[in-house]
């Protein structure tokens, strides 16, 4: 079982920066993932991180987003640059058991955070 913790979100004027943080309550290789949904909207994939660091970004957030984790492979991070009106919603952070790659699928993962909102205001 493990337990994920976001952090870090809060209300940002267009062009700005945030960054995100999931703590897992264990080290591991498992893949993990950022998701966020708008309110009326289903959730959707942002940036994945699979086991052995390769990376997956939605088309909407290339170039501005950066997924990692630290070294020690308990926390993982969400950069977030120039961040747009668009981007508003709850951020969740996921994980799955086992050796996977980076995927963008909100039913690859077994594990989920509660979230933590994102609001940028133009």
């Known amino acids: 079982q493990v337990h994920l913790v976001e952090s870090g979100g809060g209300s940002v004027q267009a062009g700005g920066s945030l960054t995100l943080s999931c703590a897992a309550s264990?080290?591991?290789?498992?893949?993990m993932g950022w998701f966020r949904q708008a309110p009326g909207k289903e959730r959707e994939g942002v940036a994945a991180i699979g086991s052995a660091g390769s990376t997956t970004y939605a088309e909407s957030v290339k170039g501005r987003f950066t997924i990692f984790k630290d070294s020690a492979k308990t926390t993982l991070y969400l950069q977030m640059n120039d961040l747009k009106p668009e981007d508003t919603a709850t951020y969740y952070c996921?994980?799955?058991?086992?050796?996977?790659?980076?995927?963008?699928?909100?039913?690859?993962?077994?594990?989920w955070g509660q979230g933590t909102q994102v609001t940028v205001s133009s």
């Open positions: 264990v080290s591991s290789n498992r893949c």
């Open positions: 996921a994980a799955r058991d086992g050796w996977c790659g980076s995927i963008l699928r909100v039913g690859w993962y077994n594990y």
